[in-house]
């Protein structure tokens, strides 16, 4: 190989060199203004309240079993003003001392704007749901003192969305407590067969890296 086909040959390794730190240091650049306008608008998670819970049946029979029926609203909140929320999947059910009562109820994938709320009010249901004999007792001993303590959980995905950018998928879980008063019928309204409980009640919520 001559001297000048060695030079030709060098010229083209430097060229291609260059484009290849020139892709590198766009794509840098890029991640470090997301990084940073990730940072500045760093999202607040959404805010959750259990407005009120019908109870249409909640029935104890034995050996172990309860059957409940139950319709709930539960609104969202995205605080944030700059930051959009997508909604990817949500699962709700309730549950009765970690363990679960019903099915759970899936919602209609969501967008939330911002500053924007949502309200969903799923249908729950658990027929003839098996209870751990442990806690029937502590169930059972709840309904006749006549207050049950639920919690309505809340698990799925969402993503967030700054301007055309949207990020990858982050776990979200909350949980709402329910009071139920089985005793104290002034502490609901009668709809139909159903009582309807007023809650109003803030959720725990949490938001992680899927």
């Known amino acids: 190989?001559?001297?000048?086909?060695?030079?030709?040959?060098?010229?083209?390794?430097?060229?291609?060199?260059r484009i290849t730190v020139a892709i590198v240091g766009v794509?840098?650049?890029?991640?470090?203004?997301?990084?940073?306008?990730?940072?500045?608008?760093?999202?607040?998670?959404?805010?959750?309240?259990?407005?009120?819970?019908?109870?249409?049946?909640?029935?104890?029979?034995?050996?172990?079993?309860l059957t409940s029926n139950m319709q709930i609203t539960l609104s969202s909140r995205n605080p944030n003003d700059r930051i959009g929320i997508y909604y990817q999947k949500l699962d709700i059910f309730a549950s009765y001392h970690n363990q679960q009562i019903?099915?759970?109820?899936l919602v209609p994938r969501t967008y939330q704007g911002h500053l924007d709320v949502t309200v969903w009010s799923p249908f729950l249901y658990g027929n003839a749901v098996p209870v751990a004999p442990f806690l029937e007792e502590g169930l059972s001993q709840d309904m006749n003192t006549g207050m049950v303590l639920l919690n309505i959980k809340v698990y799925g995905q969402l993503k967030w969305k700054v301007g055309t950018w949207i990020s990858g998928r982050y776990q979200i879980n909350a949980n709402c407590p329910a009071y139920i008063s089985f005793a104290d019928r002034t502490k609901a309204i009668q709809v139909g067969s159903a009582m309807k409980y007023q809650l109003v009640q803030t959720c725990t919520v949490d938001v992680s890296l899927n």
């Open 27 to 65: 794509f840098v650049v890029v991640g470090i203004i997301i990084f940073l306008v990730w940072a500045i608008l760093h999202p607040d998670k959404p805010r959750f309240i259990l407005q009120d819970v019908t109870i249409y049946a909640f029935n104890l029979t034995t050996p172990n079993m």
């Open 1 to 17: 190989m001559s001297a000048k086909d060695c030079g030709h040959h060098d010229d083209e390794e430097q060229l291609a060199k």
């Open 102 to 105: 019903t099915l759970p109820t």
